[in-house]
Structure formats: structure tokens, C-alpha cells
């Protein structure tokens, strides 16, 4: 079973001092200023594709589409690849520097504000020869300008006269982070077991938009936090129901949604509490939470809002932690 999660996170320092002049610039300004243009050269790693084969509908949809820029096609030889394709951060080494520094310092503050304890992560840009894996020392954060996740069509296409070599690229793009969590699910004398088989490399997405570039590095933080207490939650409700191994797989989307609802919550308050010390306007604020009334991911945050308000950051997280039904009423 795979939970696609995006995740991002980062390292806690040791000590904070004294900040440079340009890390005392408020985040927006700092990454209009500094990150906003940084798209590099596209990027396609070897373990994040594989070759695939569309169906008809898809591969009748590509070659509309190519013969529509070459109508005098006599024919067509498609390759599919299907998977992860990013662009470089292209920035130099001191800008990389200062961006992941100001992260982590956000991350840390944002979790300081809810209570949590930061992991330990560490900041490094994608290249085509990056070997994923995890540290005993700290989990690597894979840094790249944007995320696209779909299927890329490569066409020979043979015309009387000459051949020509041309890309359909339409999958979604995303400026959050990342990764894939697989669970091995087993069922004995009547009861489920539940254990992480593997996390796939955790990417961070970054791109023109200073806010969503923000506001994911610290949502996708909490969810790798709140991971194993997540499963918890959902295994004690599937052997309470009797579920089968099949049926845990609805209940574990179920409790993902419990998840992003609690997350977006928080970060949601804590970006109102902090707007004018980051740089946000209000305005940004409001666009922001307006996306949960467009995306059933987010069916709980406006549910959970009122009760942060009303109760505390620290308060609501801790009733998360002890499977308090209530929140989600």
C-alpha cells in the first residue's frame, strides 16, 4: 500500500546569533528578491521514471496533438515515460546557503510555536546523479524547482523529407514537496499489523510563489511528524471495525485527510499570527485558506480552524496525539 504524502522538512540549528542584514529582510521580500527566478535545467533522474504504455484514449490525445504541428506526419513513433521530472534550483552556493538556513530557522519557529519537536534534516539540490537514501545522522531534503508528476511523450516523428524529435510534457506541476510512505499491512488471528516498509527521497519544491514556497516546507514538516501517530489512529479504528486488509486501505485515506486537516490548520493560524513579520498581507492569507473550499484534501481544515482559536495551537496538537474524535466534529 502506498501513501502519497508531499513532505518537506529541515535541520534544526545548534545556536542562533546574530543575524546578517539580508536575513533581516522578511521572508517575501527575501525570496522575491533572491529565489523567485531560480528554474534551472529540467532534470530526469533514472530512479523516478519508468517506461510506460498509455492507454488508447492518451496515445490517440498525443498524436492529435503532434499532428496538429505537423499535418504532413507520414508517421509517428512514440515513447512514454511516466514519473517525477523537476527542474534544477539553480542557485549559487552562498543563495543556497541562506535559503536553507532561513528555512530551518522558520521550521524551528513554527514548531516551537505548536509544540513539536523539530527532526533532523538536511538541505541538498537534486542533480541527475543523486543517490537517495537516509543517514543515521539526518534524513536528506532533496531541493528542486517545482515538481511534475505524469507522463512525458517523445515522438519520432517522419515526414517525406526528414525525421524530427518532439516532447508532449503535460504533467501536473506542484510547488509542494514530496514523498512516498509504503506500508506493509498484515492481518493475524483477527488483527491488524501495520509497519513502514520503506520512504521513498523527500523532495522540496520551490518556485515563483514566495507564499506557497512558505507555507509547504513547514506543513510537510508536520505531516512526516505526525506519521506514525497518523497509522496508530488508523489501525486502532480498523481493528475496532473488524477491517480486513483491504478495508484498512479506506480508513488510512480517511485519517489522512484527519491529517491534512490538523496540519493546514495549524500553519494556517500560525501564518495569520506571524503575516506581518514574514511579509504576507492579509489578503494573501485569505487567498491561501480559500483552497479548502476547492479540494476534498482539505475537507477537515475549516473544521478544525475554529477550535485552534479557540483552544490554542499547542492544545489542539495535543489532542491530535490522543485521538481526540471531537476535533474532527
Not at 535545467?41 to 498525443?62: A, C, F, G, M, S
Not at 522558520?106 to 509544540?115: L, Q, T, W
Not at 493475524?188 to 506557497?212: H, K, W
Request: include cysteine.
Amino acid at each position: 500500500m502506498k501513501i502519497r504524502r508531499r513532505e518537506f522538512f529541515g535541520v534544526c540549528a545548534a545556536v542562533v546569533t546574530a543575524l546578517r542584514a539580508d536575513e533581516q529582510e522578511n521572508f517575501a521580500k527575501w525570496y522575491s528578491k533572491e529565489i523567485s527566478e531560480a528554474k534551472g535545467k529540467e532534470i530526469i533522474h533514472p530512479d523516478l521514471i519508468e517506461r510506460v504504455v498509455p492507454d488508447v484514449n492518451k496515445t490517440k490525445q498525443y498524436e492529435k496533438k503532434i499532428l496538429g504541428h505537423f499535418p504532413d506526419a507520414t508517421r509517428l513513433e512514440g515513447s512514454f515515460i511516466s514519473g517525477q521530472f523537476f527542474h534544477s534550483f539553480d542557485v549559487d552556493d552562498n543563495t543556497f546557503e541562506n535559503y536553507s538556513n532561513r528555512m530551518l530557522r522558520h521550521m524551528r519557529e513554527f514548531f516551537d510555536f505548536i509544540g513539536v519537536e523539530l527532526p533532523n534534516f538536511k538541505f541538498s539540490r537534486l542533480t541527475e546523479h543523486t543517490v537517495f537514501g537516509h543517514t543515521d545522522e539526518y534524513i536528506p531534503l532533496h531541493v528542486v524547482w517545482n515538481i511534475k508528476t505524469g507522463i512525458k511523450a517523445t515522438y519520432a516523428v517522419h515526414t517525406q523529407n526528414e525525421v524530427i524529435i518532439s516532447e508532449i510534457d503535460q504533467p501536473e506541476d506542484t510547488s509542494e514537496g514530496e514523498f512516498t510512505r509504503t506500508l506493509a499491512v498484515e492481518e493475524e488471528n483477527g488483527t491488524l499489523f501495520v509497519s513502514q516498509e520503506r520512504i521513498s527521497p523527500i523532495f522540496i519544491a520551490v518556485g515563483p510563489n514566495s507564499f506557497a514556497c512558505f507555507t509547504s516546507p513547514l506543513a510537510e514538516a508536520l505531516h512526516f511528524s505526525l506519521t506514525e501517530t497518523t497509522i496508530e489512529n488508523a489501525l486502532r479504528d480498523a481493528n475496532k471495525q473488524g477491517a480486513d486488509t483491504e478495508k484498512f486501505n479506506s480508513i488510512m485515506k480517511y485519517h489522512t485527510l484527519r491529517e491534512e486537516g490538523i496540519c493546514h490548520a495549524l500553519l494556517d493560524y500560525f501564518v495569520e499570527v506571524r503575516h506581518e513579520q514574514l511579509g504576507f498581507s492579509l489578503e494573501e492569507c485569505a487567498k491561501y485558506s480559500s483552497r479548502t473550499n476547492k479540494r476534498e484534501r482539505y475537507l477537515f481544515v475549516p473544521v478544525v480552524k475554529p477550535k485552534i482559536h479557540l483552544t490554542g495551537a499547542k492544545n489542539v496538537l495535543k489532542q491530535y496525539y490522543f485521538g481526540a474524535e471531537n476535533l474532527f466534529k
